[in-house]
């Protein structure tokens, strides 16, 4: 069974510009959740797809925004790049959405906004 | 909207001696909570979880956590350290009708031998 797996692993920005995350989510799941994780902190929701369909979002501004295709893989997009985008971002995969359910955490992929 | 307080920003202990990490929560609903830890370079393991039921929670590597329901509290502890659990600890808790993980700053444990 394959974990999640993202990519890439690393990335190197500067400010304005757009930059796109990719994750496969674990077999069988149908919900991919993103995370932001600032150097020192715990990670921050960005938002949750289920099913193809944004099924709720945390305090991230309009320019993050996110896909979800049929085989449940998933994009997240940051427009307008700013030096505080600088961040690991986590997708998460669980089989469905709901608290309960365990969230299968990738590796992340490091931004750096220069 | 809930919240997660980590008591401790950094835990050094020695190798073979018991540790405890602090986790407060503030909800006024009824919650699910978690411990994650991220080694590093790498994502974030579940180590154990409260859904209902019994408030001693056992998980994996030798990791248990109680619910205390009355102090809002969710303390991971672990009898006996090895240098393999240095790591970064997470608290995380959901409410009981939402789908988000909200997590708190993190503990990091440092096991010396």
């Known amino acids: 069974e394959t974990g999640v797996t993202q990519s890439p692993t690393h990335l190197i920005k500067t400010r304005g510009q757009q930059v796109t995350l990719r994750c496969s989510s674990q077999s069988g799941h149908n919900t991919v959740s993103w995370y932001q994780q600032a150097l020192g902190q715990g990670p921050q929701f960005i938002f949750q797809y289920y099913r193809e369909e944004e099924n709720g979002r945390g305090n991230f501004p309009p320019r993050f925004s996110g896909l979800q295709f049929p085989n449940y893989s998933s994009e997240l997009n940051v427009n307008a790049l700013e030096l505080d985008d600088s961040a690991l971002y986590l997708c998460?995969?669980?089989?469905?959405?709901?608290?309960?359910?365990?969230?299968?955490f990738g590796p992340g992929t490091r931004l750096t906004v220069l | 909207a809930q919240s997660v307080t980590q008591l401790d920003s950094q835990v050094p202990v020695f190798e073979e001696a018991p540790v405890e990490l602090r986790c407060n929560y503030s909800?006024?609903?009824?919650?699910?909570l978690f411990w994650y830890v991220q080694y590093p370079n790498q994502g974030l393991q579940l180590l154990l979880k409260?859904?209902?039921?019994?408030?001693l929670v056992k998980g994996i590597n030798g990791f248990e956590a109680e619910f205390n329901k009355s102090q809002t509290s969710f303390h991971l502890r672990k009898p006996s350290v090895h240098i393999s659990d240095t790591a970064e600890y997470f608290c995380?808790?959901?409410?009981?009708?939402?789908?988000?993980?909200?997590f708190g700053a993190g503990t990091t444990v440092t096991v010396r031998a």
């Open positions: 998460a995969s669980s089989l469905t959405s709901g608290g309960y359910n365990e969230q299968f």
């Open positions: 409260y859904l209902s039921g019994s408030t």
């Open positions: 909800s006024s609903v009824s919650v699910y």
């Open positions: 995380a808790v959901t409410l009981f009708n939402d789908y988000k993980l909200s």
